[in-house]
């Protein structure tokens, strides 16, 4: 059985740009029903959060409840679309996510003392570390997503030639600069301004 918290978290660390439509109707099924049928999937509600440095009322708050209609990936960010709210997630230098409290990316280091976000899930306990989290407008991230989903150089619809393009139209400003703007290549860390041959 592979819960739904388990590929949100599984392909956010990829970084690609990832539309789950289709697995949200058949992600968390614990087997078939009569005939072969597949039981229907209860949507994915938010039980509860925990967010470093808020106490009482916050805007999280309006996401208890709500169901998950759509997850998308971009750069370094992570949308989670609840009806008109998305919860954004930016991973900034060196962001973790943990599913259950296994981390998910062994690559990027040990836990922090405090999680900056924790999503209670039918059970399943989703946690962000080293990030930044949000709520914003669904159509805003609806529009950032499909107006930069083909810069994205770990997209599979990254655009090479409008990336070039971009990039070309940049006059008097050093490549390293170039490479980082959000805008052209969403997802670039700044390590690569830092590393050299």
Do not use: W
Not at 24 to 29: E, I, K, R, Y
Not at 95 to 100: L, R
Not at 171 to 181: A, I, P, S
Request: hydrophobic share 35%.
């Amino acid at each position: 059985m592979i819960q739904l918290s388990a590929i949100v978290v599984e392909l956010t660390l990829r970084a690609g740009s990832l539309d789950l439509t289709q697995d949200l109707s058949t992600s968390g099924q614990t087997g078939e029903g009569v005939g072969g049928a597949t039981p229907p999937v209860p949507p994915l509600k938010i039980n509860s959060f925990t967010k470093r440095g808020s106490s009482g009322e916050s805007p999280f708050h309006q996401l208890i409840g709500r169901s998950l209609d759509d997850l998308q990936t971009l750069g370094k960010e992570l949308f989670m679309h609840f009806g008109d709210f998305c919860l954004r997630i930016h991973f900034l230098m060196s962001g973790q996510s943990f599913n259950n409290n296994q981390q998910v990316d062994s690559e990027t280091g040990g836990k922090t003392e405090t999680p900056t976000l924790e999503l209670l899930m039918y059970g399943d306990l989703l946690t962000f570390r080293n990030s930044a989290a949000e709520i914003r407008p669904s159509v805003t991230c609806l529009m950032k997503y499909e107006e930069l989903n083909n810069l994205d150089i770990c997209s599979p619809v990254f655009n090479f030639k409008r990336a070039y393009s971009l990039f070309r139209e940049q006059h008097n400003r050093l490549v390293c600069d170039v490479l980082l703007d959000q805008f052209i290549l969403p997802g670039v860390r700044n390590i690569i301004k830092n590393e050299r041959g």
